[in-house]
């Protein structure tokens, strides 16, 4: 199926080359040629498929799909650089590779963390219409009522409308001060678990991601390897 046009700074980050804002300045900057003719403008389209797109004069073609798992520990920001020069996830990661991180987990978050050079794949894991689903454990500060889980199966309120619900929730184990529960969304809006249990009064201490798809976690934290094309293709079955 012929790829879609997209513009060219977008082209090169989903090649694996660079990030869309460093393909910009190469671009303007006159490096950047599509099908032999110099191209300045950022936003130009151009079809990844069968446009030959060059830098420096030398061609940019797609690189093999890579997609590597980590288990991130809490503490560790999902960002190449940070500017208050907090530890980031890439210090974990191999350097010879050009990856780039399938969605995030906030610093306080845990978990199941995907990387790849493939922007085709991480559109694909990404995309809501997907549906690829998202397995948490949370722990709960007190009490977690099953009235409350059912008003996660149903839907909560998170922001001036928007309501969220998970595709599964249980309570894995409660004691007086603190509830721990398992649950399962698809949506993936910007810190949702946590505003989740905002939303029906309750403060999260400690959240890990523990699958992505059928694809489970299975490293020490801290630790990275490479997925096999048979674990790459569970994500979405």
Not at 46 to 69: F, H
Not at 132 to 155: E, H, M, P, Q, R
Not at 203 to 218: A, F, N, P, Q
């Amino acid at each position: 199926m012929k790829e879609e046009t997209i513009s060219l700074a977008r082209a090169l980050s989903k090649l694996g080359y660079c990030s869309r804002a460093r393909a910009s300045l190469y671009i303007k900057g006159g490096r950047v040629s599509v099908n032999n003719r110099l191209v300045k403008l950022p936003s130009a389209k151009v079809d990844i498929d069968n446009d030959i797109i060059e830098v420096d004069s030398r061609r940019i073609a797609k690189p093999t799909a890579v997609v590597i798992m980590l288990n991130k520990p809490s503490g560790y920001v999902t960002t190449s650089n940070d500017e208050l020069s907090r530890k980031t996830v890439y210090e974990l990661l191999p350097k010879d590779l050009h990856l780039f991180a399938v969605g995030r987990l906030d610093m306080d978050t845990s978990g199941l963390l995907l990387f790849t050079n493939s922007g085709q794949l991480q559109d694909r894991i990404t995309s809501p219409d997907k549906e690829v689903s998202k397995t948490y454990i949370a722990t709960v500060n007190g009490k977690l009522t099953f009235d409350l889980i059912d008003k996660f199966l149903n839907g909560v309120e998170i922001k001036d409308g928007l309501v969220v619900k998970a595709d599964y929730c249980r309570i894995i184990s409660m004691d007086l001060c603190k509830t721990r529960v398992q649950l399962t969304i698809h949506e993936g809006k910007n810190r949702q678990v946590r505003r989740m249990f905002e939303a029906i009064g309750k403060t999260v201490s400690g959240l890990h991601r523990s699958s992505i798809g059928k694809l489970e976690l299975d490293l020490p934290e801290g630790s990275w390897r490479k997925l096999s094309n048979e674990e790459i293709d569970s994500i979405f079955s």
